[in-house]
């Protein structure tokens, strides 16, 4: 059974794009990240996008807005940011508070600096499987640990246990895609889907991204399956200084032993969506150059 450090590879992906980005002769790629309110989960993950920008040589601005900001204000700051050239990637950090329309607002991201990939336009883009599209930043490093760690997907059983459209969605649909890592048969199940274990015991490779704690069992799993875990839940340890520890959607202990690979959770999937958010950022840039130059 192999434990796929999703650190490791997530420091190879930083090192490289590190190196693309000292390659670039003058103008260094720029994103903005947009944060509403101070939920200390929000500033901690936006300070850890900020500090990875920083090693690989990519400038970050933040925007702090306050969680009473109107929808329409929001808006207004984010179409500023559209019309700003010198911006080549926009984030929204989510959650975002209950009376702002979230959809509304990453469909207000102009698609080209959408590096989160999360706008209507990308998704459709994913869905024709268009090269220049931005794909989600989970479930591009999904696929990335898949790639990197040489498992087979070509003609093997996903289940995919999750629905959303940050990474269920989109991680079966580039699953599903024509190439590699993909030409998957890909099986989509969720929180109603009758008798979840009838799918998950047949399949090669099961994507957990369901928001339930330690929910996937040993019963449901069988041997040799790879197993990727995206879930991060928290829960109470005294024994921890924090008095909390992080568990995926797996019931990690247990499962571990049947799969031929996993991923961890901390240290698995986790790291990947920040490597992945950067690489989305260096792309826009790009993107952004030949669109200046044609």
């Not at 002769?25 to 309110?37: A, C, K, M």
């Not at 969680?67 to 204000?73: K, L, V």
């Not at 895609?177 to 199940?189: H, I, Q």
Request: hydrophobic share 40%; proline share 5%.
């Amino acid at each position: 059974m192999e434990v796929i450090d999703g650190n490791e590879i997530a420091a190879q992906i930083i090192s490289e794009l590190k190196v693309e980005v000292n390659s670039f002769s003058q103008e260094r790629p720029t994103v903005l990240f947009i944060r509403v309110g101070e939920d200390p989960a929000s500033v901690s993950y936006v300070r850890k996008k900020q500090n990875t920008a920083k090693k690989i040589g990519i400038t970050s601005q933040l925007l702090v807005l306050p969680d009473s900001i109107t929808q329409e204000d929001l808006l207004d700051a984010i179409s500023k940011a559209n019309a700003d050239q010198e911006i080549h990637g926009i984030l929204v950090q989510a959650p975002l508070p209950a009376h702002i329309d979230e959809r509304k607002v990453f469909n207000h991201v102009n698609p080209t600096k959408d590096v989160d990939g999360f706008n209507a336009t990308n998704l459709g883009k994913l869905c024709q499987e268009m090269e220049e599209g931005f794909t989600s930043c989970t479930p591009a490093g999904i696929l990335e640990i898949l790639k990197r760690k040489k498992i087979v997907t070509e003609g093997k059983h996903v289940v995919v246990l999750g629905r959303s459209l940050i990474v269920g969605k989109p991680a079966g649909m580039l699953l599903l895609r024509k190439g590699l890592p993909g030409n998957s048969t890909v099986t989509f199940c969720h929180s109603r889907t009758p008798d979840l274990a009838k799918f998950t015991q047949k399949a090669d490779i099961i994507i957990v991204a369901i928001g339930k704690p330690q929910f996937l069992t040993a019963d449901m799993v069988s041997t040799g399956t790879t197993i990727i875990d995206v879930g991060i839940n928290r829960l109470a340890d005294s024994a921890k200084k924090s008095g909390f520890r992080l568990v995926g959607d797996v019931d990690y202990d247990k499962v571990a032993p049947l799969c031929s690979a996993i991923t961890p959770v901390p240290g698995g999937v986790g790291p990947m969506t920040v490597a992945m958010l950067m690489s989305n950022t260096v792309k826009a840039f790009k993107l952004s150059l030949e669109t200046s130059y044609s």
